[in-house]
């Protein structure tokens, strides 16, 4: 007897209508829908209008964007897809906050935005459940979150309903961290609650002349403690992209903190599970291969007491019009970016020698310890660029406890599992050759020194004075400090000794050692015991 397959013995499914039958007839269920279709074009329309077209139009008429303006301006054209519009009903339309997901250069990302000109943007239960759903979809669906913040924080009518157990968007973004990117641009006044996205957030953008953040506004702080404050003074870019480091960079207007946002995500992968998108000559980058980098001999004084701006090296050596720096006003003595190499994208964290003559401060080394971490999150190869007479001494350094953000910057450039790759350009003392990874041991990939270069654990001529040493061996000290990297070269303190003309294509040829490493699929870092 032949085998006779299951399928033929089965009966399978009552034939329906065929192709050539036609459609079924209508049902006539069509005129039953149209009331139920008509109440939903009507609550999603009172739910877009937002807090109405007299608001909207007193707020635009500052040139400002509105919360879904904002929204359109960041994604792609045509991408957004909302998520609880009709969230807060009649009486707060979208409850203050728009969200949903959209793309980035083709790339998916979820976005919220508060609406100021509902209820101040403030934040009422329905909001509260949104902005949770946003940062739990960002962690689920492995994409980045944006968030942009104006709003006063928690609705006082809030407390009208009681406290009850509530999802909680702050959990939330702290579980994304090293997982998605996070970003917040702070387009207005953003208080309490809300304000707290942005220090959990890798990103912080805040628009010059409107952007503030704070815990509390300017009327709670003359009630609790009599300072009587505006809204900049409190918490504008001044406070927190100079003073504070809470903030990152500052834009003119809306339009550049959302154009600063899209370049930003650029560089980065979606998530911790991807490598950093590559920028190939294909696409609108046409320098990516190897090519002399003669212009630093003009740029890098020899003479190490000499400053010179590192702005102009990185970009000589770097991709052209590909470097991006991050925090720039904020411990300047150190320069965090990203860039491209060769089309592929890059950390870079460089001394200053125009500031300071590149000493690292408590802010400096905070700044680029938090970078670190980040860039080594996303699988950035990490570029080192040191010219440094070390960390910061003095009774005003030590009370802003440089001994332990130093400690951190170093512990964070230790712990990278990214390409790490080293040049000192002219000099680096005691612990600030140390926390620029100086050491070839220490899992650098390459690690480079230029001629001429200076070294020692302080120097030479100070470290002789304080040793109380002899004449005749303060001026060996001083003639060892000046006889350049030889004696290190000698002894493989570092790799190679490069001429400047060659800076870009070794750093070039270091990302190849590491092509193996780098084409291996990544995973989020994991990691135990903390940071110093």
């Known amino acids: 007897m032949s085998e006779v397959s299951s399928s033929a013995q089965s009966p399978g499914p009552a ?35 937002m807090g109405g077209p007299a608001k909207v139009a007193r707020y635009s008429a500052a040139g400002r964007l509105h919360a879904r303006a ?45 609406d100021f000109t509902v209820q101040g943007g403030s934040i009422g239960p329905a909001a509260a459940a949104k902005r949770a759903r946003l940062a739990r979809l960002a962690g689920q669906e492995r994409a980045p979150l944006v968030m942009l913040l104006e709003g006063a924080g928690h609705r006082a009518t809030n407390a009208l309903q009681g406290h009850t157990a509530s999802p909680n968007d702050l959990q939330a973004l702290a579980e994304l961290a090293g997982v998605v990117p996070t970003v917040a641009v ?14 959990l957030s890798d990103f912080v953008v805040m ?64 998530n911790a599970w991807q490598h950093p998108p590559f920028a190939g000559a294909g696409q609108g980058n046409a320098d990516t291969g190897p090519r002399d980098t003669d212009a630093v001999l003009d740029l890098i004084p020899p003479d190490a007491r000499r400053p010179y701006d590192m702005h102009a090296v990185l970009d000589t050596v770097f991709d052209a019009r590909s470097v991006l720096e991050i925090q720039p006003a904020y411990g300047a003595s150190v320069l965090t970016a990203f860039a491209r190499l060769g089309g592929h994208a890059v950390a870079v964290v460089a001394n200053q020698p125009a500031v300071r003559a590149g000493t690292i401060d408590a802010d400096a080394a905070s700044k680029a310890a938090r970078f670190v971490e980040v860039c080594g999150a996303f699988h950035l190869p990490v570029v080192f660029l040191a010219d440094n007479p070390g960390v910061l001494a003095g009774t005003v350094s030590e009370r802003a406890g440089i001994l332990r953000a130093s400690a951190r910057l170093f512990a964070a450039q230790h712990r990278l599992q990214v390409p790490k790759l080293h040049v000192t350009l002219r000099k680096a003392f005691g612990f600030g050759s140390s926390v620029m990874a100086m050491n070839p041991f ?10 001429g270069v200076t070294l020692g654990g302080i120097p030479a001529a100070a470290g002789a004075a304080t040793a109380k040493q002899d004449a005749e061996t303060r001026d060996r000290l001083v003639a060892n400090e000046s006889s350049g990297p030889w004696r290190s070269a000698n002894s493989l303190s570092y790799d190679d000794v490069i001429d400047p003309r060659e800076l870009r294509n070794a750093l070039l040829a270091g990302l190849d050692r590491a092509a193996a490493r780098t084409a291996e699929p990544p995973a989020p870092v994991t990691r135990v015991g903390y940071l110093p």
């Open 15 to 49: 034939p329906g209508p065929s192709a050539a039958s036609g459609p079924a007839p209508a049902s006539g269920n069509r005129a039953d829908w149209q009331p139920l279709l008509d109440d939903l074009t009507r609550r999603r329309s009172a739910s877009r209008a």
């Open 186 to 199: 702070v387009t207005g006044p953003s208080a309490g609650h809300g304000a707290l996205t942005a220090p």
């Open 442 to 451: 220490d899992a650098q990939t390459i690690s480079y020194a230029l001629p």
């Open 70 to 114: 904002r929204v359109d301006a960041l994604l792609d054209p045509g991408s957004f897809t909302e998520l609880g519009t009709l969230a807060g009903g009649a009486d707060a339309p979208s409850d203050a906050f728009v969200a949903g997901s959209g793309r980035i250069d083709g790339r998916p990302v979820f976005v919220g935005a508060e």
């Open 207 to 270: 628009v010059e002349g409107a952007g503030a953040l704070f815990t509390a506004g300017p009327p709670l702080v003359a009630a609790a403690i009599g300072e009587r404050v505006d809204k900049l003074t409190l918490g504008g870019t001044d406070v927190h992209c100079v003073a504070s480091g809470v903030a990152h960079n500052a834009a003119a207007d809306d339009r550049a903190a959302l154009r600063l946002v899209r370049r930003y995500l650029s560089y980065l992968p979606s």
